[in-house]
């Protein structure tokens, strides 16, 4: 049974920075893709990060690049995420997930972990 644990969210000022933590159990972590997702308060799931197995692909949208870094560590089978120079439009629960497939969907989520800017 796969898992996912999401840890590292917290309340920080804006133009600070955490760095989120996800850790996979239940599978072959290492041949995942692994994707970031976000959810503010009455919006939709965004997409903010993806990467491949390999390490050497990743994506974000416009709306994170150059301030968040999705990396993975497949011994530890974790998958983090560097938000840095935060603004309070990056408010929302954060979620992270895993496609074991070459699809495009992700079958696997984690609980999600709460990431509050203050202005």
């Known amino acids: 049974q796969v898992q996912l644990v999401e840890s590292g969210g917290g309340l920080v000022q804006a133009g600070g920075s955490l760095r989120l933590s996800c850790a996979a159990s239940g599978g072959t972590f290492s041949y995942w893709r692994m994707g970031w997702f976000r959810q503010a308060p009455g919006k939709g799931r965004e997409f903010v990060a993806t990467?491949?197995?390999?390490?050497?692909?990743?994506d974000y949208p416009d709306s994170v690049k150059g301030r968040f870094t999705i990396s993975r560590d497949n011994a530890k089978n974790t998958v983090y995420l560097q938000m840095n120079s935060l603004k309070p439009e990056d408010t929302a629960v954060y979620y992270c997930?895993?496609?074991?497939?070459?699809?495009?969907?992700?079958?696997?989520w984690g609980q999600g972990t709460q990431v509050t800017v203050s202005s």
């Open positions: 990467i491949k197995w390999s390490s050497s692909s990743t």
């Open positions: 997930a895993a496609n074991p497939t070459s699809g495009t969907s992700w079958p696997y």
